[in-house]
């Protein structure tokens, strides 16, 4: 088997250099596929040692152009899972869909595959900057992966690309907060994306900053480094559409200036709707809207904005790009080994989303007015 792989990508070489695509994957009416070719023996190393970020060289193969890449492992959870996640890093200076490095995130906890691209509509309607992805059906030396996200990384390119500003930039990692009284330290619990060093100093003063800020001058205070009507949205947002992995994980700490306040990024869609993990209330739990809600001022701001949000859930609203992102990926999750093929119906799951929204709606209304 590993000398006809071998001699498929000789082959594949010598047609393109001869201007000539060989391409075998036969093609989806909506989404793109993306066909990887490795040596078996760099396959079996990369599958051996999907716990760490080991790469091996590939040939991609993108809507009829090859491309030179790496590959390895990618994401958290997913690499627990039998459908698992990838970081690709394009050789050269070579593009897909505009970028070089991006994620094909497999969405393992998303029954539906919808979860990213309404998260990703409400978010950005709300004023947040979000990356950009895109459905597209993965094979791997001709073997079917499935559906996935192509998602583009977070980087300085990524900024340069929007022409916004960065000067510092923190990820969440599992059960950061924001609190010294918790043991998990920021150094343990934060990842500095960039710039590439160890100075956590500014994300420490915002910490000490929630520990210390007197409720009556929490704007003045705790405002200094958080801006805080920011994370008011975020947190009211992400409690609503039941984003459970994204409070005190999976989202980002954005500085512009060296002197403005942090601002907040979301990242990672895939528990969006998730019934199994619903939070019945009107806040998902961290020690920053513990200290928010204990402010009067913030407090009222907090559950003034949750009342207009719930507007999200509004089945005029999201039917649109529930319908349409539905349609378009239908074939591909209908051929997707992991979904699709006698796995799950993929209407019946669409209609459980729809359901699960509807009924939040109506509980989330019932919490807020006991909470008032």
Known sequence: MKYFYTLLIILLIVSCNNDVILNPSENFSNVDIIDIYADEEDLITLLSNRMYNTEISVILFYKGEKYNALLRSSGAGSRYHSKWSYRVILNGNKFIEGIREFNLSAQIFDKTFLSTTIATKIYRDNGFILFDSKHVFLRINDEEKGLYLLIEKIDEDF??????????????????????????????????????????????????????????????????????????????????????????????????????????????????????????????????????????????????????????????????????????????????????????????????????????????????????
């Open 159 to 372: 900024f340069s690309r929007r022409n916004k500003k960065v000067n510092e930039l923190f990820k969440l990692n599992f059960n950061a907060d924001f609190t010294f009284n918790n043991p998990n330290y920021p150094e343990l619990t934060f990842d500095k994306e960039i710039p590439n060093d160890e100075n956590f100093n500014s994300i420490s003063d915002f910490i000490y900053a929630v520990d210390t800020s007197q409720n009556d001058r929490i704007y003045s205070s705790l405002g200094k480094f958080l801006d805080i009507d920011n994370y008011l949205n975020y947190h009211a947002i992400t409690t609503i559409i039941n984003n459970s992995d994204a409070f005190r994980n999976n989202f980002y700490f954005l500085k512009q200036e060296p002197q403005s306040p942090f601002i907040i990024m979301p990242w990672d869609f895939d528990k969006v709707f998730e019934e199994a993990s619903a939070i019945n209330s009107i806040y998902g739990y961290n020690a920053l809207i513990v200290k928010l809600l204990s402010e009067e001022s913030t407090r009222n701001k907090y559950l003034d904005i949750f009342e207009e949000k719930l507007n999200i859930l509004d089945m005029n609203y999201l039917n649109n790009v529930i319908d349409s992102t539905s349609n378009k990926i239908r074939e591909a999750y209908n051929a997707d080994p992991y979904l699709g093929k006698g796995r799950y119906n993929f209407d019946a799951e669409i209609n459980s989303l729809k359901n699960f929204i509807n009924n939040r709606k109506v509980l989330l209304k019932s919490l807020l007015d006991e909470y008032r």
